[in-house]
């Protein structure tokens, strides 16, 4: 079983950015698709962005879409969520989320098969 870990995550303003990591364990990081879901207070986890395991295949949801930037660096078993243009209804707990093995980055929206314990991002008005 993988371990993720979060990090990144806290108080930023209306229009700002952050950037969140994901660090994961293991030898195998490079055969999974990764992405980011969310969940904010009384809501559901929504997905929020996937890509490939070689990073060249992005996925995002359309309320993110053109704002956050997902990246990973195989050599550091490591996902990154870039966020930008934050807004208020971005205040969620951010999870990372392994896909299935050998998955493509369009998968992991509806197979995740590990979580990590999520990091808190809010955006002040």
């Known amino acids: 079983q993988v371990l993720l870990a979060e990090s990144g995550g806290g108080l930023v303003q209306a229009g700002g950015s952050l950037r969140l990591s994901c660090a994961a364990s293991?030898?195998?990081?490079?055969?999974?698709?990764m992405g980011w879901f969310r969940q904010a207070p009384g809501k559901e986890r929504e997905f929020v962005a996937a890509?490939?395991?070689?990073?060249?295949?992005?996925y995002y949801s359309d309320s993110v879409k053109g704002r956050f930037t997902i990246s990973r660096d195989n050599a550091k078993n490591t996902v990154y969520l870039q966020m930008a243009s934050l807004k208020p209804e971005d205040t969620a707990v951010y999870y990372c989320?392994?896909?299935?093995?050998?998955?493509?980055?369009?998968?992991?929206?509806?197979?995740?098969?590990?979580w990590g314990q999520g990091t808190q991002v809010t955006v002040s008005s």
């Open positions: 989320a392994q896909g299935e093995k050998y998955g493509s980055s369009w998968s992991v929206k509806r197979n995740v098969s590990s």
């Open positions: 890509l490939s395991r070689s990073g060249d295949s992005t």
């Open positions: 293991g030898r195998t990081f490079s055969t999974y698709p």
